[in-house]
């Protein structure tokens, strides 16, 4: 048995060995992107953190990646030779209208059919020659396990809401098939790195078929501009969090610039998921929703999918739609068709709508005889029983209708269930007075937006269906709220398709519907779908992901993480780790020191339980104290009382407790604090409205200080804490709009303090007392890890370019964890802090102990 272990190594599962999966036999010959350089395209090459040079003069190229090439492929039986042309049906051929005649567009993935072993060579060539095609060429056993393995019978069924409870209907987590799918993932990503200049170059990835494959690319090339655009629904958090792999596809997909979704529904569900699983929020910034991680802003989008207007109207101008046209009007004369259109499987809710067609014969009579529900099958996408299961459930249903309601020379239900030509559905669609989707789940469906258009018409399908130029038009449209195009169809009845009753009442509404409802309804329809069809999508895509990656290259990039947690950490080019060979030549020059110390995830680390300082801590603070030249000060926003008993053996330690509300200079001083505030009545309104917050939030709590109230939600659930932490702020700020306090949101909490204590403010009351008393320091140190520390990081700036002073000192603002800051240095975590300090301590001068503080006063600072 394998191991879960080396399933989860990135180079393993990038190589294929497990399954022992021959590779393709040769790549592409190299694609020269520059006269005089060519690429790089085994993926081999190292990655530093300003790789990717390449020159900048080359033609711009988008390079589309999807599963399937927009291809048709057939073979010669008699000369063996391959045939290949363009579908015209292919979104992916479509989505080209959307960019500029000057673009070079690069397709890479699979064709629908096998190539035999020799002949891949000579056909990759021609389809890149002639075509702009890069094919993947997946051995047929890879290729069975993950299209038809894992993404048919595991991702696809869970992204449409069907956990894998029985292994009768989809197939229970297999790591064999993730292997197989990391494993067609790499193989997609060393077609691209083939083909790819990336500094100029765009890569718009397509569907769940690849979600992983932004991790590839990103580890190969920094800063490739990556999109991705989801096709199916994202599932809520719940059914999500089911997926073994859950954080690997994650963090794949924020390896993009953009990511795009058909509705909010399924980006609210992609941000949820984010936020629960790898604790990230995520911010609108002027109308964009963007997640900050690891310095890096990725975006999300949200923009359906449109249909190809000109495709459909030369459909509808062809003789042989017209011929149908006729064809089906004398066939049907004098009865109203509704029409459905659906591939064979168990979430497009063939059966519901049946059933809902038996429910309206049998309650309204008088349809009898004059309603047909034509539906069209198209084939099944995937083989399984659950496929099996509908279709034979489909024509009982069908059979048991016609038996029961009709009668000679009329059939209430007429399956079609054979391939249908495109202009033939084109016409079925001019004819039908009402559209029906039931789907219980799916990601878009353009079914609808098809038939608005053709219902429109052009003047040669006027002609043949014998309606005046000019005339007004209609349409009616019943479709499940469970499907992606339904937000835009505001016009539309929207069901519950698990509703019988209530779908069999909204067919009755759309036939029997008055004329001009009809032609409204229809007209607010056609204006949406004719705007935003399948060029404008592409357009509006592509702009977003160019605004996405314009910073690129302001920032410097590191890799993080290994296997498929890889990432980039994204930083301003002037933030770098802080180096104690660097600090320590600054320390022993100097005369007078100032250091200040964050406590929490700083000195000890965040995750601990135990929060008292070590005996390792307590050694190294106070060899920092006992220097003369020195001036220490842990600064945080615990209580008084806690750090007070915390450092009793640190006797010239300075502390600032509840973030500078009190201060302490030593041990042997007193605790003074900040004369803004003496009166505390604000805390009888906040403290009822925090509890009230705290009963009706399961994990929340309230911590009480002597200067602040502070409400914690970090043990609640994710977005209801959120939300609560929200409303709660709105809450207490307007019932303290006339106390002299401010309320603040912080990383799960909310705050209410007096105004102006920040750590900001009393670092620099204490740099100030320090020069006001004639010891300026020359060299001053800041570490913190978190908002509040950033307010100390600002003001030491600003309060040590005083004029009084005789030369500016050398300033160390240092952040924990690499993000982004106002700090210019920053250490990995607490374990790297306790190291730099030891090293500043042994760097000390050994004089004897004595206490150096400077009193302090704030009414002497003013």
């Known amino acids: 048995m394998v191991s879960r272990s080396s399933y989860t190594s990135f180079l393993d599962a990038a190589s294929g060995e497990l399954l022992n999966f021959p590779q393709t036999p040769r790549t592409l010959p190299r694609v020269m992107t520059v006269p005089g350089i060519i690429s790089d395209g085994d993926g081999n090459?190292?990655?530093?953190?300003?790789?990717?040079?390449?020159?900048?003069?080359?033609?711009?190229?988008k390079i589309i990646v999807a599963n399937f090439l927009p291809l048709l492929a057939q073979k010669d039986l008699n000369t063996g030779r391959w045939c290949f042309s363009f579908d015209e049906d292919a979104l992916l051929l479509q989505m080209k209208d959307g960019f500029s005649s000057e673009t070079d567009v690069v397709y890479v993935g699979s064709l629908k059919v096998d190539v035999d072993t020799s002949e891949q060579e000579e056909v990759a060539e021609r389809l890149l020659a002639e075509f702009n095609c890069v094919p993947t060429f997946l051995p047929p056993d890879l290729q069975k396990k993950f299209y038809h393995g894992f993404c048919k019978q595991?991702?696809?069924?869970?992204?449409?809401?069907?956990?894998?409870?029985?292994?009768?209907?989809?197939?229970?987590?297999?790591r064999f098939l993730w292997q197989a799918y990391v494993s067609a993932n790499k193989i997609f990503a060393d077609k691209v790195m083939e083909v790819i200049n990336p500094e100029e170059d765009y890569v718009w990835i397509h569907d769940y078929h690849l979600m992983i494959l932004p991790t590839f690319l990103r580890k190969r090339f920094y800063r490739v501009k990556l999109g991705f655009f989801l096709h199916s629904p994202f599932p809520s958090s719940e059914i999500y969090r089911t997926l073994p792999v859950r954080d690997d596809i994650l963090k794949a997909l924020l390896n993009v610039d953009l990511v795009g979704f058909h509705t909010f529904d399924y980006a609210r569900h992609f941000l949820s998921c984010c936020s629960r699983m790898l604790g990230l929020n995520y911010e609108s910034k002027r109308g964009h929703i963007g997640l900050e991680y690891f310095g890096r802003t990725v975006y999300v989008k949200i923009l359906p999918v449109g249909i190809h207007m000109g495709q459909l109207e030369s459909a509808l101008n062809l003789p042989s739609t017209s011929i149908k046209v006729k064809e089906i009007q004398e066939q049907f004369k004098g009865k109203k068709i509704i029409l459905g259109v659906d591939d064979m499987d168990i979430f497009k809710g063939l059966?519901?709508?049946?059933?809902?067609?038996?429910?309206?014969?049998?309650?309204?009579?008088?349809?009898?005889?004059?309603l047909v529900l034509v539906q069209i099958v198209n084939p099944a996408?995937?083989?399984?029983?659950?496929?099996?299961?509908?279709?034979?459930?489909?024509?009982?249903?069908t059979e048991r209708i016609n038996a029961n309601f009709g009668f000679p020379g009329y059939e209430p239900v007429v399956l079609i269930d054979h391939p249908v030509p495109f202009y033939e559905k084109t016409a079925y669609y001019a004819l039908a007075e009402c559209c029906i989707v039931s789907a219980v789940r799916d990601g878009m469906n353009l079914m609808p937006y098809n038939y608005i258009v053709c219902r429109q018409g052009t003047p040669k399908i006027d002609e043949a269906l014998g309606i005046t130029s000019g005339s007004s038009r209609t349409s009616t449209l019943v479709v499940s709220e469970f499907i992606g195009c339904s937000p835009s169809l505001s016009g539309a009845i929207r069901v519950n398709p698990w509703d019988i009753d209530a779908v069999a009442d909204a067919l009755n509404i759309a036939i029997t519907m008055p004329g001009l409802e009809k032609q409204l309804r229809h007209e607010k329809h056609y204006r949406y779908v004719s705007s935003h069809d399948v060029a404008y999508w592409a357009c509006s895509f592509m702009q977003d992901l160019e605004r996405a990656c314009k910073d690129h290259y302001s920032k410097r990039c590191w890799s993080i993480g290994f296997g498929l947690s890889f990432r980039i950490v994204a930083l301003s080019p002037n933030f770098r780790k802080l180096s104690l060979d660097h600090i320590v030549k600054a320390y022993k020059r100097a005369n007078r020191r100032a250091i200040?110390?964050?406590?929490?995830?700083?000195?000890?680390p965040q995750s601990s339980i135990v929060k008292t300082p070590s005996p390792e801590v307590i050694s190294i603070l106070n060899d920092l104290c006992n220097d003369p030249k020195n001036t220490v000060f842990i600064v945080s926003g615990r209580g008084k009382n806690s750090l007070s008993d915390w450092f009793t053996q640190c006797q010239n330690l300075g502390i600032a407790a509840e973030h500078g509300y009190f201060i302490r200079w030593s041990q042997s001083s007193n605790w003074e604090s900040r004369p803004l505030l003496m009166d505390f009545d604000w805390k009888r309104i906040a403290d009822p409205v925090m509890q009230l917050y705290t009963e009706?939030?399961?994990?929340?709590?309230?911590?009480?200080?002597?200067s602040a109230l502070v409400w914690h939600h970090q043990d609640a659930d994710p977005d209801f804490?959120?939300?609560?932490?929200?409303?709660?702020?709105?809450?207490?700020?307007?019932?303290?709009?006339?106390?002299p306090v401010e309320v603040k949101r912080g990383h799960h909490i909310v705050e209410v303090k007096p105004q102006g204590v920040s750590k900001g403010q009393v670092t620099e009351k204490i740099l100030s007392t320090m020069i006001s008393d004639g010891k300026p320091p020359d060299f001053v140190m800041c570490i913190g890890d978190d908002r509040s520390d950033e307010d100390m990081f600002e003001s030491?700036?600003?309060?040590?370019?005083?004029?009084?002073?005789?030369?500016?000192?050398?300033?160390?603002?240092?952040?924990?964890?690499?993000?982004?800051?106002?700090?210019?240095?920053?250490?990995?975590?607490?374990?790297d802090v306790l190291k730099l300090l030891q090293g500043l301590a042994r760097a000390s001068s050994m004089k004897p102990k004595c206490s150096t503080q400077i009193p302090f006063s704030f009414e002497s600072v003013a």
């Not at 595991?154 to 297999?174: A, G, I, K, Q, V």
């Not at 200040?596 to 000890?604: P, S």
């Not at 030369?807 to 607490?830: M, N």
Request: aromatic share 10%; glycine share 4%.
């Open 45 to 61: 090459g190292s990655n530093d953190e300003d790789s990717d040079i390449f020159s900048s003069k080359c033609r711009e190229k």
């Open 154 to 174: 595991y991702l696809w069924p869970l992204f449409h809401y069907m956990l894998p409870m029985s292994p009768e209907h989809c197939n229970r987590f297999d």
């Open 351 to 370: 059966s519901l709508k049946l059933l809902a067609m038996e429910h309206l014969l049998q309650h309204y009579e008088e349809l009898r005889g004059e």
């Open 381 to 397: 996408r995937s083989t399984g029983k659950d496929v099996q299961e509908a279709k034979r459930e489909t024509y009982a249903i």
């Open 596 to 604: 200040f110390l964050d406590y929490d995830g700083t000195v000890v």
């Open 696 to 706: 009706a939030t399961d994990g929340s709590y309230i911590e009480t200080k002597e």
């Open 721 to 739: 804490g959120s939300c609560q932490a929200m409303e709660l702020l709105d809450h207490l700020e307007n019932v303290l709009a006339n106390e």
């Open 796 to 831: 030491i700036s600003s309060t040590i370019y005083s004029p009084s002073l005789p030369a500016p000192p050398e300033i160390f603002a240092c952040t924990v964890g690499q993000k982004p800051s106002k700090a210019r240095y920053y250490l990995d975590d607490s374990a």
